[in-house]
């Protein structure tokens, strides 16, 4: 996602500079700086956070690394955006947001782009218009063609791509999770095979969602709201459609890249105004999001594990993320 | 065709014995009177018309036995459902139409069966419920597979595939043609090239039609009624949808028969009707709607042989038809 | 469903003849008979059955008399379509196994008529054809209007609605449930709200069933199979789309009658075919399927109660059912 | 469209600085300059093209005054995307394409943004790829919720609307056109009435297409080519899916602004990049395109006059445009 960061930054951001790009490998860093123009690389990202030609940071390195790198955003008093997830372990996301809350101000937008997708804007302003009714489910259904890594696991499933659907469930229906109950059916080969989840607001709705790494047949989220009155749902967005051979088709994208690309142009067009106003943007996610995700996500692996129906745990919301 | 008749008999219309089945080739003829329990097979169609225990008679013989067929169930006082064409010939259906009158009553159905299909049902409907506004425009697609010889030609595209749009297109808009263009593409093989026909109606309508038989992808017929505050068109049926190696995809049909089979089964249910009641069926195409499809299809032919604008030219319809 | 089986059989099964109509109320019996060409009419089904002029029965009476009528037409010799359930306590299903096995030959057909839908039917071939690979899940949402009872439970959703859902998922994977757990969201107002149900099988597929009566928005069913190479999903038929008022859309049935009408048309030839040869059809329901709703209906409404997964405990299967 | 190419400018090209905004009433253009950060304004287009700190001119201006603006620019030796028509008159469509071959080099892109549009770009590369065989036909439809002008005539929607198809299509098949005839169905009201074209090109293909003005449903823009052995279409792009009353359905735009937005963007930035590198885009329009629309539009208004088939006379194709 980093050079996917860097082409928005230089095509799609007039203002914005691509300044610096850090990696461990330094070859691919140039590489990137000369294709987008940046002024620099670098390998190491604390000295990059310190330095006074750079207003504004986008870490999109390994998981582990950002609960650290935005910690030191924050101190060096550098807006972030941060790819998903904050963390996956909700003490790590706590200390982030402690640390944010002792600076005084928002620093971390979260890297959750679905909020940004217009598919979910309009079943939002559907929502909020009234014309569904009440919320009571939403179904969501996340498929890849393959999966990263072969050895790639349920539990992962779970923390490293259920937490899209984690996030903009709870961003639609503006709630938090209460419990969550988790299933895998068996495949026929070593593959990981697909988790379902089922779980429950504080605010009585129901969230299915389903984990399909191995689809094969191609990169397809789908999600519906449904209403007492009635339901939204998303909508394949193809260009065109193709008769032949007695069958009439269009087509999927491969990855997520192509699926969400304007959602990824509107996210950082939002950090961009972030980091030059001050102000948080309305519908972009903040560190005690990213507690959530992290929290639910801990919660569904104990469940997939137990079998069992397995409480959300969450700390009290701090004033400051209301 | 003929064979299609039979089973809908035998398995859709409970109060019908299919009697008699007639053919030149005695073999086949025994074939579908065992397959289907008729009592009696035939080679000569007059003796069966005129046979006591024949109260009606369905004709799926080649069209040019349509006219002299038709003339000896009426002069037999039989009722008759005669597949299209009623005649190529305008004269020949002016002069079933002559029989028809002096006998006193209706006889002669004919198999239009689009107007008994749902898609054309429901877009009459809405014109009529008025919430289209007034009807504008109609645009007709009618794709085949192939053509059923390989000798076919643009003038037989007009007089063998189009009189089911003449028909079916008079009968949602409620008139009559005045003027016929008609175009064709060049292909790069010695197949049928399509035909494209603009009519004009009598009401100031504008109706295109493309007759596509050697369309390749699949048997696609479609519709597009377009009045003065929306539209209808013809939704492709489908049961099940596959999402396979980057395709999401529905199938075509090969052909009309599994298409039209509901419109089938209801044109026939009607003819039973109209044995039965001797009321003629409100939908259904009598001697003049054959007159009028034969008479736009000779004109269609002179428009395809000059490049010009042809007039409709039609015998004022008699108060029998009204 | 009583009167739809009688205008089937006077419509749409050549061969087959309404002999008798029994009803509690004389009058509406009265009224069938004498619309659909019935000989006779009855109030005590008894005594129908064992008429020497009834070759076959057809059960559309409240749910609590389908183990003794059915029970009682076996006793008689007589073939039996009986809606489902053929009783919501497993053991009055065996019951009526018991009786039937005693009697030598299969004599019950159940009415679950979904196996006779062409969606479901394409989804069973591309899954015995092998382009979607092994199944992995079954995903099913069953919407109605609203519930015919203001006082419909969850728990009715599970033993009144789920059973076709139940029935046709066993059917077109060809398996067993080997457990259930159920979830309800919380409603703003007095109706019930939906039942969401997560079940496992025993050859390792997982199944979602919504089951959501009151809807509002439509009567609509959906399934999908998901596959390990693809996916086949059932598609809303529609005839026309209408564009109107900066709006593109298709309609909802509103209840089942007419999005099942051809797959009751042919359950019901299948049912007379099975009463002419004594052959049971290969896609039918059996004893044994009415065994297995009943059964997994019973654990789904203990899951709905106890929160908690319940295994789906089944008597051996005996061989007449294999 | 001064407005949208002004934000265009300003939020989707990097590299770009929106230098002036000219526009008779000043104090419109100061809205915008100071919206989108001109860093002047101006009332004469002359003045501005001639500024030294001026390199490229987009011409947003009245259609007559396209021409003498673009004459102005390949003067001036500045490159300049000018919105669609060069001119109504094929005379001044010709004079500067004299005016640019003298100047040894292209300096007028044309704004039919259509050629960048995902469905096109899409059908073309289907066409080009060859899985559809030949090209045989191409059918358009272009509606509108309503004129923009009372007073709009059918001319008018020949030589306003029809533009973007008549370029599109010979973009798309990679031809010119032979001929045009015109048609027009009566309305019920004063609006003015659809215009339906049927064209022939050099190469054997048929063209039609619908310019529905009134279409009061929606804006909506359809297009289909049919090849030999199979078709491709637009698909109309939705992002979500709503079921409410009984109704499944879709939003139309209310005009091109969202629909084409994302193909106005890449045009401009294929202007950027000519402008940056003097390579006359790929896909762009140029003069000779500007030529072909107003040869065939000026035919096609005395098509529809005559109601005759009307030849297109071109001008030979210079070699500068091969
Ligand atoms: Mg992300
Ligand atoms: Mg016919
Ligand atoms: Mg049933
Ligand atoms: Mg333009």
Redesign the pocket.
């Known amino acids: 996602m980093g050079a996917d960061h860097a082409k928005i930054i230089a095509e799609d951001l007039p203002g914005a500079q691509l300044q610096i790009v850090c990696d461990m490998d330094v070859a691919r860093a140039q590489g990137l700086a000369d294709r987008y123009g940046a002024v620099d690389v670098a390998i190491h990202p604390d000295s990059v956070i310190a330095r006074d030609d750079v207003d504004a940071v986008i870490v999109a390195s390994p998981d582990f690394t950002h609960t650290p790198l935005s910690l030191a955003c924050i101190k060096a008093g550098k807006r972030v955006l941060c790819?998903?997830p904050l963390s996956q372990l909700p003490d790590e996301c706590l200390a982030v947001m402690a640390a944010e809350q002792a600076s005084g101000a928002k620093h971390v937008m979260l890297?959750?782009?679905r909020r940004y997708d217009q598919s979910y804007i309009e079943m939002k302003q559907a929502l909020v218009g009234g014309t569904l009714g009440r919320a009571l489910m939403m179904h969501n259904f996340h498929r890849n063609v393959e999966t990263p890594a072969a050895d790639f696991t349920g539990a992962m499933a779970i923390t490293n791509s259920a937490p899209?659907e984690f996030d903009v469930v709870r961003h639609v229906l503006g709630t938090e999770y209460a419990s969550i109950t988790a299933f895998q059916p068996q495949r026929s080969d070593a593959l990981v095979a697909p988790v379902i989840m089922v779980l429950e607001t504080t605010d009585g709705h129901l969230v299915t969602i389903e984990i399909n790494n191995n689809a094969a047949y191609g990169y397809d989220v789908r999600g519906e709201l449904v209403g007492e009155s009635g339901t939204i749902a998303t909508n394949t967005v193809a260009y065109s459609r193709t008769d032949m051979k007695l069958s009439s088709s269009t087509r999927y994208e491969t990855d997520w890249r192509g699926r969400y690309h304007a959602a990824y142009v509107r996210q950082n067009r939002d950090f961009q105004a972030f980091v030059e106003t001050g102000k948080f943007p309305d519908i972009a996610s903040d560190c005690w999001d990213g507690y959530c995700a992290a929290t639910v996500a801990q919660a569904g692996v104990e469940a997939l594990v137990s079998g069992m129906k397995t409480q959300v745990e969450m700390a009290p919301k701090p004033e400051f993320y209301a």
């Open positions: 790819e998903k890297g959750f782009m899209h």
